[in-house]
């Protein structure tokens, strides 16, 4: 009887199960006056806006990415950097073959589809701003790269916390940000070549051993066609 | 050991051998032309090289620092020694089996770990945990972040010269990991939240052991303040060392305890979403004007008497009802993305996740609090005496599995 010690009345029930989710597309009022002040700062460097779960997410044009932030921090408040990555949009390419019945990878679409915001290409740099003092507010910012050379300006000069953060997108998505201080190895070996988080970069231990929950598998009964055991017993 | 007056001719301003014209004791003599030539010797840069293995950094953290002397002139963190490359690792893995990886990031916490990323998938699926599940998962979080501070507040004393308080914490620690094993089963990597709600329910009699483990948390929060904060020599180490600026530790990402010591009113347990119910407890966010170690300690040694004081409020106020709510039984995450953070015991925790209407997400990243914390270190280190960096490392206090990831 787990929960006998807990005396919980019918009212305090009812308070805890208040909803708590946010509708996707829903935007709350200071979220949408934010969003009316960066279109009014940025003008036509907002390639595309969205929301996702109460957050509002701007897509601007690459030219744009620094002064984006200098606005953000110093206009919108936005003073605390929470981090800056990048999301490589190109599918990721099966390891398994269909119908091998091998279920260890999640098996992705094949087609080429853009988040909130959408994207012009393959290499798309995000970040999260948010705001320590008053409302609290937060944005995503995303912007395209060029998917033959990608570079970006860097948003050291404006947050200074961007340094690791850019230097692991570029180890990690082989992104280049100009006017970045010291664009060094952070978490890899100085000799490392490629970009890990790239999706055509494979997952190496997946691909030398195959996933070690497949191989001690027992077919369910009845299941597999060859069934030797039960072929004695029908015998017998 | 006097030396007789038989001195060699002291290297003093105004040529070599030419004495001022007052009567020196030989031995004050000596004593004053070396620290003439100590002042005046070229010391040269040295490198230190600090870790990769040091008590101070909780796993492998190596500082590469230039010494002036006993000062400071740069240094360099250099990290990646325990990367193990989670954000690849779940583009590779459904959601349920991700829980237990990133039950590994910050493995004093790994608890409150767990539930942004499940409160995500759940966000994405339109799924909500049942209230009694909620109440359980933030009384796992607070218990959690009770059993990192404990160590923390141990462990600082013992980075200064204090070894008693170190016991101390070790030993209510255990109280609070005993607690979240008769749950979970699982000291550290508890693996206990699913998305829907939780794999259990308390165990029978659970609550009354809470109750009481957290009045000796109170007791022993008193002891700390006692042992600890009251001591001059702490004060001494502790007061004006390591500075970090609300404005430039928030342009670094410095978050949690870290930046509440620097005066920044911000907690995401009250700020944030709401995907847990502290919105229904009396509790307060703790703040200290300086910004120094000293006020990094008394903020967490205050946040865990105010976790303490919720997880008895949560325990009284807990709803009966189910843990799970309906889930389909292959788990799949509509195309979506959301960023879900919340206030993990290091600060800021975050995952955005980008789903792709797959069995897995298409994308993760992983937002650690430690990672952004020490990464302001440069900054803060320069000009600092070498037994301050020590200091500065306890006080700001990170995981190297939150760093490396």
């Not at chain 1, 999301?87 to 279920?103: Q, R």
Request: aromatic share 8%.
């Amino acid at each position: 009887m787990p929960g006998a010690e807990v005396e919980a009345t019918e009212s305090s029930v009812a308070e805890a199960t208040a909803s708590t989710i946010v509708e996707s597309g829903a935007l709350d009022d200071a979220a949408t006056q934010m969003l009316a002040r960066l279109e009014a700062e940025l003008g036509d460097a907002i390639v595309e806006h969205g929301a996702t779960y109460g957050d509002v997410v701007v897509r601007v044009r690459p030219d744009a990415w620094r002064r984006t932030a200098t606005f953000c921090k110093e206009e919108l408040g936005c003073d605390y950097l929470s981090f800056v990555s990048a999301i490589d949009w190109m599918p990721t390419p099966a390891i398994v073959d269909e119908g091998s019945g091998d279920t260890s990878t999640p098996a992705q679409p094949k087609e080429t589809t853009y988040g909130v915001a959408g994207s012009g290409g393959r290499f798309q740099v995000f970040a999260i701003v948010a705001s320590t003092r008053g409302a609290h507010q937060r944005v995503v910012l995303k912007t395209d790269l060029d998917d033959a050379q990608p570079h970006i300006e860097s948003w050291v000069p404006v947050y200074p916390g961007a340094d690791w953060h850019e230097r692991e997108t570029w180890e990690m998505f082989g992104i280049v940000f100009d006017g970045h201080p010291a664009l060094r190895h952070l978490y890899l070996p100085f000799e490392f070549e490629g970009h890990p988080l790239r999706k055509d970069y494979p997952l190496l231990a997946r691909e030398v051993k195959p996933w070690p929950g497949l191989v001690d598998v027992e077919p369910m009964p009845g299941e597999d066609s060859d069934d030797t055991d039960a072929a004695a017993v029908e015998a017998s | 050991m006097t030396t007789g007056t038989e001195l060699p001719p002291p290297n003093l301003p105004g040529g070599v051998g030419q004495l001022p014209e007052v009567h020196l004791d030989p031995q004050m003599l000596r004593q004053l032309a070396e620290a003439q030539v100590n002042v005046e010797l070229d010391t040269g840069d040295m490198i230190l090289n600090l870790g990769p293995q040091h008590p101070a950094t909780h796993g492998t953290l190596r500082l590469v620092v230039r010494l002036d002397g006993e000062r400071v002139i740069a240094a360099d963190p250099v990290i990646g020694y325990m990367h193990r490359g989670y954000e690849k690792l779940t583009e590779y893995r459904t959601y349920p089996q991700i829980t237990t990886l990133i039950n590994r990031i910050d493995w004093l916490s790994s608890f409150a770990n767990e539930v942004p990323f499940i409160a995500g998938a759940e966000m994405l699926m339109g799924i909500e945990a049942p209230p009694r599940a909620q109440y359980i998962r933030t009384i796992l979080t607070e218990l959690s972040r009770i059993a990192t501070f404990l160590l923390f507040l141990g462990e600082m004393g013992l980075q200064v010269g204090a070894i008693t308080p170190a016991f101390y914490g070790f030993r209510d620690r255990e109280y609070v990991l005993n607690l979240i094993e008769a749950v979970t089963g699982g000291r550290f990597h508890p693996n206990f939240n699913r998305i829907g709600g939780l794999k259990d329910d308390l165990p029978w009699g659970w609550n009354s052991d809470t109750r009481t483990t957290m009045r000796k948390v109170l007791e022993s929060c008193d002891e700390f303040e006692n042992l600890v904060v009251g001591n001059p020599i702490f004060e001494q180490r502790t007061r004006s060392i390591g500075i970090i600026p609300a404005d430039l530790g928030a342009a670094y990402g410095v978050s949690g305890s870290n930046i509440r010591a620097s005066g920044v009113d911000w907690d995401l347990r009250r700020d944030g979403n709401p995907h847990l119910p502290y919105n229904e407890i009396e509790w307060k966010v703790w703040t200290h004007p300086d910004g120094d170690s000293f006020a990094r300690y008394w903020v967490r040694l205050q946040e865990t008497r105010e976790s303490a004081r919720m997880v008895l409020q949560l325990i009284d106020q807990m709803p009966s009802g189910p843990i799970m709510s309906k889930v389909p039984r292959i788990i799949k995450v509509p195309e979506g993305e959301v960023w879900v953070n919340t206030e993990n015991p290091l600060g800021e925790m975050g995952y955005y996740i980008v789903s792709k209407g797959a069995t897995g997400p298409f994308r993760v990243k992983i937002r650690s609090a430690s990672f952004s914390n020490v990464s302001i270190l440069p900054w803060m280190l320069r000009g600092v005496y070498v037994p301050d960096i020590i200091t500065i490392l306890a006080s700001l206090y990170f995981i190297l599995g939150d760093i490396d990831r």
